[in-house]
């Protein structure tokens, strides 16, 4: 089992020696051109989670691909590129300039955009036509049937599957009124952990694809409990804002945890957690 | 980022009330205090994120903290006895330049958390100003000694006087005053923050033009840095 950060929950080049303790560095979301962001405030924290509305703030393609992307290759860290745009040709031309990476991470659920007009399995398709990388489908588990969209982007040429993205979510202050200044943000954190096994286990059955799993991982039990739902990998996002070791400390707990469930490895865990609900649909 | 990517452990010493404040006095261990205006993150017990604190104070062994209980986070730290341990992440990003000839420190209700330390690097007793909401708030100067002390109506900026180098902090309002009074001055910044490091991108500020980085580009910032309040149309 690989150990992943979630796009956008670090900068490596602000944190080199955090990405040094990575399996591989997941880049925050470029888009064709350069975005500043939403508005501060940003980001508030809930009971259980953390809301963001960050909104993409990015350099953009050509300077990500002239400035950043030699600089991150420099940390000779595995590189994967997380990719988002408006409309399939966005994703592909993006996709098409990629060299010298091992993955691209297509963003097809940023809670903080407005969606792309054309759907997660036109925009797989496009990316497949621009480019050999593996590429990596990021579902939102908001949709109403995400394994159905999981089929459409392995139909559609998608290498693997990145699940979960933050879901859409709101938080008032002392007045009711929104903290966040566009309103809405994304929620991330340990409320996301029973919602992100429920899509891996369901994306697992559904499509079989290599998938890294994320939401809500804290501790090596936790990303265990991925493995067992059929996650390959794992990312970690809100957990490193608190714990900038959480790379060395979920790997080093990995072990123990294994041994408490009885399971030789992570690998060895996989699919343990089948889900009855997915061996009961009439296949289609 | 500080020397260890791990946030480490310390244990709180004494906790102490400081008019509506309340200090913390953690073991220092092998952390640094690093230059005043910098910041440490401090595990907010039963939160998920930890929270930002400018360095108060630094006796031998010690690294002290003052805490507004303003909200669940901050609420759950003055809770803490002595004897509990917290995490705790820094120096984290820019604090104030110690080069200065003339210096004036002027600190506006928290505001006031980062001076004593400062007070102490540039050698001593540096002249001081304060201003608080109450006075209850205004208890807190004793951590400041020989610094004079102003509490609302009347504001801190009426005791800022020509000619010094101003090392500022204290709310939004106040730092948009002092950097029109004094284009020069150094100001420290607040933004709530998930990480302090870089990673999370929330703590964004208008600086040089662009929404930055806090964490990064400050606390401390140059006056000209962060765009002057737009002025009335004459």
Redesign the interface.
């Known amino acids: 089992m690989r150990i992943l950060n979630a796009s ?4 490596a080049l ?2 080199p ?2 990405v040094r ?1 990575l399996d591989a560095f997941v880049t ?1 979301t470029v888009t064709p051109l350069p975005r ?2 939403s ?7 809930t009971a ?3 809301i ?1 509305a ?1 909104g993409l ?1 990015n350099p953009g393609r050509e300077r990500f691909l002239d400035e950043h992307l030699p600089r991150l290759r420099a940390l000779g860290v595995p590189l994967w590129v997380s990719v988002g745009g408006f409309c399939a040709d966005d994703y592909a031309e993006t996709s098409s300039r990629l060299a010298g990476i091992e993955a691209v991470e297509l963003n097809l659920s940023c809670p903080n955009i407005d969606e792309a007009a054309d759907s997660a399995a036109e925009i797989v398709a496009a990316c497949r036509r621009a480019t050999e990388l593996p590429l990596y489908a990021k579902l939102s588990a908001a949709h109403p049937d995400v394994a159905e969209v999981a089929r459409a982007v392995a139909a559609a040429g998608a290498d693997g599957l990145s699940l979960i993205n933050t879901l859409r979510a709101m938080t008032l202050d002392k007045q009711l009124r929104p903290v966040l200044a566009r309103g809405s943000g994304g929620l991330s ?2 409320s996301l952990k029973p919602i992100a096994l429920h899509t891996v286990s369901v994306c697992h059955e559904a499509t079989g694809l290599p998938i890294v799993g994320m939401g809500g991982i804290q501790t090596g039990r936790d990303a265990l409990e991925f493995a067992a739902c059929g996650a390959r990998d794992v990312a970690l996002g ?1 957990v ?6 959480a790379p ?2 979920v790997r080093a707990e990995l072990a123990a945890a294994c041994a408490d469930a009885g399971v030789a490895s992570p690998e060895d865990a996989q699919s343990l957690a089948k889900s009855p609900e997915t061996q009961r649909k009439v296949p289609a | 980022m500080p020397s260890s990517t791990s946030p480490s452990r310390h244990r709180l010493r004494a906790s102490e009330r400081v008019g509506p404040y309340t200090l913390l006095r953690l073991e220092r261990g092998g952390l640094e205090p690093g230059v005043p205006g910098q910041f440490f993150m401090l595990e907010a017990p039963g939160r998920l994120l930890p929270r930002p604190f400018s360095l108060c104070l630094a006796p031998p062994g010690e690294l002290a903290f003052l805490v507004d209980p303003i909200g669940p986070g901050t609420q759950a730290l003055c809770e803490l006895r002595a004897g509990d341990e917290i995490a705790v992440l820094g120096p984290l990003g820019r604090g104030y330049r110690l080069g200065v000839e003339r210096p004036l420190l002027v600190g506006g209700g928290i505001g006031l958390a980062p001076l004593p330390y400062l007070a102490a690097q540039l050698g001593g007793s540096p002249p001081a100003v304060l201003g608080f909401r109450s006075a209850e708030h205004a208890e807190a100067a004793t951590l400041l000694p020989g610094a004079e002390v102003v509490v609302d109506p009347v504001l801190v900026t009426e005791l800022i006087e020509p000619g010094f180098d101003v090392l500022a902090c204290g709310s939004e309002p106040m730092l948009r005053a002092v950097a029109a009074m004094c284009p020069e001055a150094q100001l420290a910044w607040e933004a709530p923050m998930a990480c302090g490091y870089g990673a999370c991108y929330g703590c964004v500020v208008e600086i040089d033009g662009a929404l930055k980085r806090l964490c990064l580009e400050g606390p401390v910032l140059d006056a000209a840095r962060v765009r002057a309040p737009v002025e009335a149309a004459a």
Not at chain 1, 8 to 11: E, I, P, Q, S, V
Not at chain 1, 39 to 45: F, L, T, Y
Not at chain 1, 240 to 245: E, Q, T, V
């Open positions: 956008g929950c670090l900068d602000a944190a020696e955090v303790e925050k500043e962001g508005a501060p405030p940003r980001i508030a924290e259980h989670g953390m963001n960050i703030a954190g340990p809100t490193l804002f608190a714990d900038p070791g060395v400390g």
